[in-house]
């Protein structure tokens, strides 16, 4: 079966510094991930994705994840906060067919100015 | 291009009333999946549809739940004798399917507001 635990419902960051969003997955095999944001009353935007390739995958607008199957994680991280970057982050695996993606209850992050 | 479109954006029903949300895919994806969002929670799977193959529709909370898809693009959601449950975002999502390489991009519409009275 697989599932997603993003670790924080909210994150709240100052503009500028770190940002860490976790999340642990469960999945029988090796699985896909993902990571989508979702602007308020925008629609949801693919940020990057991981298909076993490099286990640092880059993303837009400077995020990247990192896949780390011994910890079964795949967190996400952008070196320096930006205001536009205040939304809600889900990450999401996807089963072996990639038929199905089972989503994250999501991680709001607040960028304070 | 024109992404994925959905109608109506917002949708008050009364309890008990049915309701049919629709779906227009970006033209060329044989993957089409419904979604539902409620309050405070993540996404929830509902049905996946991919080109001519029966749907998986192992995520519809009951049986008032339904949806088809026409001629492999548009699609339209059903919800029969709507209960104040079902208030939530639904969301509806194409891809290109599944390929070698892994999970393709799913591409989000803006989703459908519905609120049940």
């Known amino acids: 079966a697989q599932s997603v635990t993003q670790l924080d419902s909210h994150v709240s960051v100052s503009e500028g510094t770190p940002v860490l969003l976790r999340c642990n997955y469960s999945s029988s095999y090796s699985p896909s991930l993902f990571w989508y944001v979702q602007h308020p009353n925008k629609g949801l935007q693919l940020l990057l994705k991981y298909t076993s390739a490099a286990t640092l995958v880059k993303g837009i607008n400077g995020f990247e994840a990192e896949f780390k199957k011994s910890e079964t994680s795949f967190h996400l991280t952008k070196p320096s906060a930006h205001m536009s970057d205040a939304a809600e982050y889900f990450c999401?695996?996807?089963?072996?067919?990639?038929?199905?993606?089972?989503f994250g209850s999501g991680t709001k992050l607040n960028v304070k100015p | 291009g024109a992404g994925v479109s959905q109608s109506p954006s917002n949708k008050v029903t009364e309890k008990g009333k049915d309701v049919e949300l629709r779906c227009d895919p970006i033209?060329?994806?044989?993957?089409l999946y419904w979604y539902r969002q409620s309050l405070g929670q993540g996404l929830e799977f509902l049905i996946y549809?991919?080109?001519?193959?029966?749907?998986?529709k192992s995520g519809l909370p009951s049986d008032r739940f339904s949806a088809e898809r026409t001629g492999g693009s548009v699609s339209t959601l059903t919800i029969q004798r709507t209960q104040q449950e079902d208030s939530a975002v639904y969301l509806c999502?194409?891809?290109?399917?599944?390929?070698?390489?892994?999970?393709?991009?799913?591409?989000f519409g803006p989703g459908t507001r519905l609120t049940v009275l």
């Open positions: 999401v695996v996807s089963d072996r067919s990639f038929n199905k993606f089972y």
């Open positions: 999502a194409s891809s290109l399917g599944p390929s070698l390489a892994g999970g393709s991009e799913q591409f």
């Open positions: 033209s060329g994806h044989t993957a």
């Open positions: 549809f991919q080109g001519n193959s029966a749907p998986d």
